[in-house]
C-alpha cells in the first residue's frame, strides 16, 4: 500500500498563476483533508471532505477550492495565486471523524509564490 | 478563541528523558493526539488520549488531565533518530483538530 501520496512535490508559481495540488489515497478512507503548515504556526485545516461528492471550508478555505469527484483523490485549486499562499501543503485521510481515528498523512508539496 | 500551547525548543540528551507539555483551550473536546515529524517529512501518529490517565507505549507514554486542559508526552531512552517536532493536536466539538504549532526536539550525544 503506498498510503497517502500527493503531487507534485515541489512547485514554483508566479502571483497569479492557478494550479492544483492532487492527493490519492488508497485506504480506503471515507475522510480527506488539505492542511497548510507555516513556519511557527500549527497545522491548519484548509478544506475537507466526508465522503465522495462531498466537500467543507475548514479554518483557512479563502483562495482555495477543492474538489471530490472520486472516494480515493482529493484535489486542491488555487485560482489565482498569492505570495501569501506560500507554504507546504498536507493532504491527509481518515477512516472517520472521531474515536481515535488517526489522520495518515502524504509527503507535502512545498510551494512558493513569487 | 481556541488555542493549544506547547514550547517552540526543548533539548535533551540521548539516554535521557524528556517531557513534552500542552495545555489546551478549545470548544469541546474528543480526544488529544500527538503526531511526530522529522524535518522535511509529513507528521506521523504517536498516541490518542480521551480519558484521563497514562497511556504507555514503548519509550513513549503520553498523560491527558481534561480538568486542567494539560497533557504531556514522555520519551524515555532517547536516541538520536528522537531529533524532531512533537505536535499536539485536540479533536474540536465538529471533530476537527486544532493543532500546536509544535515542540522541536534537539538530542545531544
Known amino acids: 500500500n503506498a498510503g497517502v501520496t500527493q503531487t507534485p512535490k515541489f512547485r514554483v508559481l508566479k502571483t497569479g498563476q492557478s494550479m492544483t495540488l492532487l492527493c490519492a489515497q488508497d485506504?480506503?478512507?471515507?475522510?480527506m483533508y488539505w492542511y497548510r503548515q507555516d513556519p511557527g504556526m500549527g497545522l491548519r485545516l484548509i478544506h475537507y471532505?466526508?465522503?465522495?461528492?462531498?466537500?467543507a471550508k475548514g479554518e483557512v478555505p479563502d483562495g482555495y477550492n477543492v474538489s471530490r469527484l472520486k472516494k480515493q483523490n482529493f484535489l486542491l485549486g488555487l485560482e489565482s495565486a498569492a505570495p501569501s499562499q506560500t507554504s507546504v501543503y498536507f493532504c491527509?485521510?481518515?477512516?472517520?471523524?472521531?474515536?481515535?481515528?488517526?489522520?495518515?498523512f502524504g509527503p507535502g508539496t512545498r510551494l512558493t509564490v513569487l | 478563541g481556541q488555542n493549544i500551547d506547547q514550547p517552540t525548543e526543548m533539548t535533551a540528551t540521548e539516554g535521557a528523558i524528556v517531557q513534552i507539555n500542552c495545555t489546551y483551550q478549545?470548544?469541546?473536546?474528543?480526544?488529544l493526539f500527538w503526531y511526530q515529524q522529522h524535518a522535511g517529512e509529513a507528521p506521523t501518529f504517536l498516541s490518542y488520549n480521551v480519558l484521563d490517565g497514562l497511556e504507555e507505549k514503548g519509550r513513549f507514554s503520553s498523560f491527558l488531565s481534561r480538568s486542567k486542559g494539560y497533557s504531556y508526552l514522555l520519551l524515555k531512552e532517547l536516541q538520536m533518530k528522537d531529533s524532531a517536532s512533537y505536535l499536539c493536536?485536540?479533536?474540536?466539538?465538529?471533530?476537527?483538530?486544532?493543532w500546536g504549532a509544535g515542540t522541536k526536539l534537539i538530542i545531544k550525544p
Open positions: 478549545t470548544s469541546g473536546f474528543n480526544g
Open positions: 485506504m480506503n478512507h471515507e475522510y
Open positions: 471532505s466526508v465522503g465522495e461528492g462531498t466537500t
Open positions: 491527509a485521510s481518515s477512516e472517520g471523524a472521531g474515536g481515535p481515528h488517526e489522520q495518515f
Open positions: 493536536a485536540v479533536m474540536d466539538s465538529n471533530y476537527q483538530l486544532i
